[in-house]
């Protein structure tokens, strides 16, 4: 099976750096995802993770650690704009086939002046 | 017409109505998919379509029945459904499934089944 766990929620406040974490148990492993969705909106790329490492994109970052099944998402500078829901979605590999990521619940962002 | 586009954006259905979901993608992709967000639940992938073919269904109700007519439209077909059903139907595309391609969602249906 698929298992994938991130905060439900986190505070953090304009200006400042929040880091969010997603840890995942899956049937192979074949890339992790993260996505933005505003409320009401459609989910939106940020970032693709195969490797290990560190991936900085703008004020946006995103860690893979395949070994410890883990990911963090690292937002900079923060904005109020940046008040959402962060979807970790991971893709494994199950039978060789075609296959659709699994996503987390999602963890939702909100930004205090 | 640019990206993923959805129809209709809502729908109120009662449990003997029988209506489709339609999607569209302008993207040039091979495969798309359909998922289901309900409140406080993660995304959960209902179909995925590569080159036209099925490859996947993640145990979904008969009452659901996808279409894919060619690579750049997909229906999902709906009747009988229950209260539960009710959710946020999202389309998405990518260039091929199983690839490390990001996805790229339409804005959603928001179903409601009274």
């Known amino acids: 099976g698929q298992n994938i766990d991130q905060p439900t929620e986190m505070t953090a406040t304009e200006g400042a750096i929040v880091q969010i974490n997603c840890t995942y148990q899956t049937s192979g492993f074949n890339g992790l995802f993260w996505y933005q969705q505003h409320a009401g909106e459609a989910p939106t790329f940020l970032s693709y993770n195969v490797l290990d490492g560190l991936e900085e994109k703008g004020r946006f970052s995103s860690f893979l650690s395949r070994s410890k099944g883990y990911s963090y998402l690292l937002l900079k500078e923060l904005q109020m704009k940046d008040s959402a829901s962060y979807l970790c979605a991971v893709r494994g590999v199950r039978g060789g086939g075609a296959d659709g990521p699994t996503f987390g619940k999602g963890t939702h962002l909100i930004i205090q002046p | 017409e640019t990206g993923v586009t959805q129809t209709p954006r809502h729908l109120v259905m009662g449990m003997t109505n029988k209506k489709s979901l339609k999607c569209e993608q302008h993207?040039?992709?091979?495969?798309m998919y359909w998922y289901k967000q309900s409140a406080k639940k993660p995304l959960e992938l209902m179909f995925v379509?590569?080159?036209?073919?099925?490859?996947e269904n993640n145990s979904v109700p008969s009452r659901f029945s996808p279409e894919c007519p060619n690579s750049s439209h997909l229906f999902l077909h709906l009747h009988t459904l229950q209260p539960e059903d009710s959710a946020l139907y999202l389309c998405?595309?990518?260039?091929?499934?199983?690839?490390?391609?990001?996805?790229?969602f339409g804005p959603g249906t928001r179903l409601t089944v009274l």
């Open positions: 993207l040039g992709h091979n495969a």
């Open positions: 379509y590569n080159f036209k073919e099925q490859t």
């Open positions: 998405a595309s990518s260039q091929v499934a199983g690839g490390p391609d990001t996805q790229y």
